[in-house]
C-alpha cells in the first residue's frame, strides 16, 4: 500500500489529457467462461503499458477506482486510440476475443467506458489523509494551501 499523504494535496498536470474511465459488470456469476477471460485481461494490458515508456505510449497512469472500475489517465485521445487499435498489444487481441467469446450471450457480462478530454487547466482536485490517488499518481502533488486552498483557487491557478 501506498503510504498515507498526512496532508492536503492537489495534483498539477502539464498540458491537455484524456481521461477513460473502463468497467465490467458481471450479470451471470455462474458463467466464469465469459465474464473470467474478461477480468483477467485488463491486468495484463495495464502492466504492459506501465512497463513501456510514457512517451511511446501516451499512458500516464491508472487507478482502481472500486469493483470493476478503473480510471486511465492518457496524454491524448490520440494515444489511447492508438494502444486500443494495435495489433501489437494486449488490448485489440482481447476485445477481439470478447466479441466472439459473448456473441450469443451478450448480456451476461457488460462492459462499459467513458473517455473525457481534458484542456489544461480545467480541471481540480484535493486529496487530504490519502496514498497518492487519482491525477495525484500521475501528476505533481502541491501543497493545498493558500490561493490553491478552495476549488476556485485551484482552477484559477491552472488557467
Known sequence: ?????????TAKLDGDFAAFLIGVKINAWWKVDKWLPVVMAMPRMLKELSVQPREETGFLGHTNAGPG??????????????????????????????????????????????????????????????????????GELVPADGTLSEAQGRLKDRV
Open 69 to 138: 472500475l478503473i480510471v486511465q489517465y492518457w496524454r491524448s485521445f490520440e494515444h489511447l486510440e492508438t494502444y486500443a487499435k494495435s495489433q501489437e498489444h494486449a488490448h485489440f487481441p482481447a476485445w477481439r476475443a470478447f466479441n466472439k467469446n459473448i456473441k450469443q450471450t451478450r448480456g451476461d457480462i457488460g462492459i462499459w467506458h467513458e473517455t473525457y478530454l481534458v484542456r489544461a487547466g480545467e480541471y481540480e482536485n484535493v486529496y487530504s489523509g490519502m496514498p497518492p490517488h487519482g491525477l495525484g499518481r500521475v
Open 1 to 9: 500500500m501506498s503510504k498515507i499523504i498526512d496532508k492536503r494535496v
